[in-house]
């Protein structure tokens, strides 16, 4: 069981950056995949970013250049960096995990989810 706390969200204005924040509460990060998912009012939830066990990223084609995921175990912590932000990443960011090394892009693929943080990018 693991818990997950997203921080550092915000307003920005287009062009900007953010970096969001996941903590988790487990004694050990290392064994769990975790992605990073958003979601607007009325769509599903959008997969964007994955990072694996060993550090191994991917991204969604249109944050790619733009968004940056890396991980520190030892802090128990998940980061994505953001940068060059559009009105069109206005969206609440969550991030997920799942324990193995497997890595998906489908919400239901990941058993242990944070409350979510909101990016609102406005001019």
């Known amino acids: 069981q693991v818990q997950l706390v997203e921080s550092g969200g915000g307003f920005v204005q287009p062009g900007g950056s953010l970096r969001l924040s996941c903590a988790a509460s487990t004694s050990d990060l290392s064994v769990y995949s975790i992605a990073w998912f958003r979601q607007v009012p009325g769509k599903e939830r959008e997969w964007i970013s994955y990072t694996s066990r060993s550090g191994n990223a991917d991204y969604l084609d249109s944050i790619k250049g733009r968004f940056t995921s890396s991980r520190d175990n030892a802090k128990k912590t998940v980061y994505l960096q953001m940068n060059s932000l559009k009105p069109e990443d206005t969206a609440t960011y969550y991030c997920?995990?799942?324990?193995?090394?497997?890595?998906?892009?489908?919400?239901?693929?990941?058993?242990?989810w944070g409350q979510g943080t909101q990016v609102t990018v406005f001019s």
């Open positions: 997920a995990a799942r324990r193995g090394f497997f890595v998906a892009i489908s919400a239901n693929d990941y058993d242990y």
